[in-house]
């Protein structure tokens, strides 16, 4: 996969040989994004039943590596809804198959493809359902990375703009840099280049004065878990942009596909919010030299919870969702003939 802690700098690709290389890719940011990430562990489930069909002299050795791999993978990053629906995809079928560990190797191979094929998918259609909701020369503001390298490919919020560009070449993007990680500046920026969008870098703190000067005509974000309600668990930042939107008389619009949405989570207050390395934040380099005291106590949430109250619209594959979001994502997530929630 695309190491995205390299990028812009480099462009290099890693080889996982391993279920626990995928867990510590998915840790450690090699691989973001709630739809990525859930590609990711799908691959990673698979990778583990091919090297444990090779080892195993037996099912029951196989189905104990299978559910120590199944279990870390799940894991390895807690606030994305998409890797947790991903793994129990797969290991639904471990679980119910009752062939060869090299025959369920197989199947989980052909899952993994899939689950990676669809959320391409997936994007495109969130892209072409979104094109009515934008005007002409729209300045469309982003916050994190939901572009390509978030999903596997093509991008919910990212391909929301690919959509409304291609229709539109008088849109133009603004980009939060989106600190601590910088994946605006260094993801989002880094793929508007490679396309050609034209767009202009700014640091978070200077969303309000754009959005004063009418110079916002949308935001457009991705999501990692969206609750029943329509609450939104996006990057941290992301609650701060919609207040700002709100005040401004901008609509937030989301974009993510029905894989994000968790049905069985009332509201955003019950989805657990990742808490990262205190050092993302101490020692952020400026001019070479680090940002704070080496000992400065930090606190680094990795996502924040925006109330559906401040989201105009969320979009997903089956098309323009509106409140109320229970009625209406509860029909989505029909329409794409998921599994119940919960």
Request: proline content about 7%; overall charge neutral; aromatic content about 4%.
């Given at each position: 996969m695309l190491d995205q802690t390299r990028l812009p700098g480099e462009v290099v690709h890693v080889t996982l040989?391993?279920?626990?290389?995928v867990?510590?890719?998915?840790?450690?940011?090699?691989?973001?994004?709630a739809p990525a990430i859930g590609v990711a562990g799908a691959m990673g489930v698979a990778l583990a039943a091919r090297n444990a069909a090779a080892t195993s002299a037996t099912r029951q050795a196989f189905d104990a590596e299978m559910g120590r791999a199944i279990a870390e993978l799940r894991d390895a990053r807690p606030t994305a809804v998409n890797l947790a629906w991903a793994v129990d995809r797969l290991a639904g079928i471990v679980a119910d198959h009752e062939g060869t560990p090299a025959e369920i190797a197989d199947e989980l191979d052909a899952s993994a493809r899939a689950i990676h094929s669809d959320e391409v998918d997936r994007c495109m259609a969130i892209g072409r359902h979104s094109l009515p909701l934008f005007s002409r020369g729209a300045r469309i503001l982003t916050h994190c990375n939901a572009g390509a390298l978030a999903t596997g490919g093509y991008g919910t919020a990212l391909g929301v703009v690919r959509a409304a560009y291609a229709a539109d070449p008088g849109v133009s993007v603004i980009v939060d840099e989106t600190r601590p990680l910088l994946q605006g500046s260094r993801l989002t920026a880094w793929e508007l280049e490679q396309e050609g969008i034209p767009y202009t870098l700014i640091t978070d703190n200077m969303a309000a004065m754009l959005m004063s000067e009418g110079r916002v005509t949308h935001v457009v974000v991705g999501a990692d878990r969206i609750a029943a309600n329509g609450d939104v668990v996006n990057k941290i930042g992301t609650y701060g942009v919609a207040v700002l939107a709100r005040e401004h008389g901008i609509p937030v619009i989301v974009a993510a596909p029905t894989s994000t949405l968790d049905l069985s989570m009332p509201s955003a207050a019950e989805i657990p919010v990742e808490e990262r390395d205190p050092d993302e934040v101490r020692d952020l380099a400026l001019f070479g030299r680090a940002a704070s005291p080496a000992g400065a106590p930090v606190a680094n949430p990795a996502f924040d919870r925006t109330p559906a109250r401040?989201?105009?619209?969320?979009?997903?594959?089956?098309?323009?969702?509106?409140a109320p979001y229970e009625r209406s994502l509860r029909q989505a997530w029909d329409a794409a003939a998921h599994d119940p929630p919960g």
């Open positions: 040989p391993g279920w626990p290389d867990v510590d890719a998915i840790r450690t940011m090699v691989v973001r994004g401040l989201v105009a619209a969320i979009v997903t594959e089956q098309g323009v969702h509106r």
